[in-house]
Nanobody, 126 residues
């Protein structure tokens, strides 16, 4: 059974940092992309960042480029999202996902991801 488990969320002041982790179990994802999405109350889920498990190519939403860094540790089967210079508008539930997404243009499409974690709350106070 495939499981993605996020951790690392919490409450932080604006300008602070958090690192989210997504631990994967049940299979390997060598041909997959790992993505981070977020959903704020009353808003649609939005793409944050993605990384190709094999090779490590990374992709970011414009709103987080330069502040967030996605990475993965193949040996630990874990993906990470380092979030710096956090803003109140970054407040959301952050979820990791895994999927065989062919073509970087489609990485923003949540429907193309097969496996999802339960999400972790990130709250940034002003």
């Amino acid at each position: 059974q495939v499981q993605l488990v996020e951790s690392g969320g919490g409450l932080v002041q604006a300008g602070g940092s958090l690192r989210l982790s997504c631990a994967v179990s049940g299979r390997t994802f060598s041909s997959y992309h790992m993505g981070w999405f977020r959903q704020a109350p009353g808003k649609e889920r939005e793409f944050v960042a993605a990384i190709r498990w094999s090779g490590g190519s990374t992709y970011y939403a414009d709103s987080v480029k330069g502040r967030f860094t996605i990475s993965r540790d193949v040996a630990k089967n874990t993906a990470y999202l380092q979030m710096n210079s956090l803003k109140p508008e970054d407040t959301a539930v952050y979820s990791c996902a895994a999927g065989r997404v062919y073509g970087s243009a489609y990485l923003r499409a949540a429907s193309l991801y097969d496996y999802w974690g339960q999400g972790t709350q990130v709250t940034v106070s002003s």
